[in-house]
């Protein structure tokens, strides 16, 4: 009955705060979500990014380690990703980064950490930031087919991941006002991220069903059990495998579709659009399952 009652809890803040933002999205249309998208790419993801890395008790060899285990991971997504669309018979490049990018900073960082407590913000934040990284390289290599570094050196994310390694490889102690001020950032850039993710629900919209739902199947139900089968192949235990498994289940993230809005064909923007939705949707539902095993098992 605990693990229950803990599941509750873990699931409960999320989705109630996805919930109210669908709520406020549907009853105001033209709510302007620019302050938060604005808020959470320049000071929010790099305070997250910050506070999570270097207030948790990470160590700069667990951060190499689990960095690497992400990366595997969504070569993992990458190969399922390819599959699917040949199989879907769609663009395998300019499609591919719903499939390879999940929701590891709207989703994932907060469900980590209700459910592991800091340290399991600490991995999560690990992973996330590859896939922050990813965004603003592999993301956007893929959606206009040419690489532009100038978007990732533009990227305050990319100088917080930076900043945080250097922090955790010379083992430098955090000053308080760091710690307190990114902690503040940390939590208001959930809250409103999160509600930003069910507005941004409210105005996607689904214009191949079939099509959403088989590839969704590659994103929340095939990730975690990569997830799982790499936490096998090299004998992972404990909270930091079960967040590996949490963060490999998470839905196709929402700035795969702000990226590929501006390099992608209208068509292709629209797929990853009805893809976002469904997973969404669909990881009420897996994640759920996940999460549980994840708690049970790696604890």
């Known amino acids: 009955m605990d693990i229950y009652l803990k599941l509750f809890e873990v699931l409960f803040p999320v989705f109630f705060i996805v919930g109210t933002g669908y709520y406020l999205g549907k009853k105001n249309p033209k ?19 910050f506070y999570a890395v270097t207030t948790t008790g990470l160590t700069f ?16 997504f990458v ?3 390819i599959i699917f669309l040949k199989f879907l018979n769609k663009d395998t490049i300019t499609e591919l980064p719903p499939f390879i990018l999940p929701n590891t900073g709207n989703m994932g960082l907060p469900i980590c950490l209700f459910a592991y ?3 399991g913000l600490g991995i999560a934040a690990t992973i996330s930031s590859l896939v922050i990284l990813f965004h603003f390289t592999l993301g956007v290599f893929l959606a206009s087919k040419k690489f532009d570094l100038t978007l990732l050196i533009k990227s305050p994310p990319f100088y917080a991941i930076i900043i945080s390694v250097i922090f955790l490889y010379f083992e430098i102690k955090t000053p308080v006002f ?10 208001a850039a959930i809250f409103l991220i999160l509600m930003s993710l069910g507005i ?4 996607f919209k689904v214009f191949s069903l079939k099509s959403a739902l088989i590839s ?22 404990g909270f930091a495998a079960g967040v590996l498994l949490i963060q490999c289940s998470m839905p196709s993230a929402v700035l795969t579709y702000l990226v590929g809005s501006l390099y992608s064909s209208k068509k292709v923007v629209d797929s990853i659009a009805s893809m976002i939705v469904v997973s969404t949707l669909m990881s009420f539902i897996t994640v759920p399952i996940t999460v549980f095993f994840a708690l049970k098992y790696f604890n």
Do not use: C
């Open 61 to 76: 060899n667990i951060f190499v380690e689990y960095f690497w285990y992400s990366l595997l991971a969504i070569f993992g």
């Open 216 to 237: 969704s199947i590659a994103r929340v139900i095939i990730g975690p059990i990569i997830g799982f089968t790499i936490i096998k192949t090299f004998n992972l235990s």
């Open 117 to 119: 407590g800091s340290q």
């Open 200 to 203: 941004a629900l409210t105005r």
């Open 31 to 49: 709510l302007d979500t620019s302050f938060i998208a604005n808020f959470a790419a320049n000071i929010g993801s790099p305070a997250m990014v």
């Open 178 to 187: 760091l710690i307190n001020t990114t902690m503040m950032l940390t939590y």
């Open 79 to 81: 190969i399922t990703g």
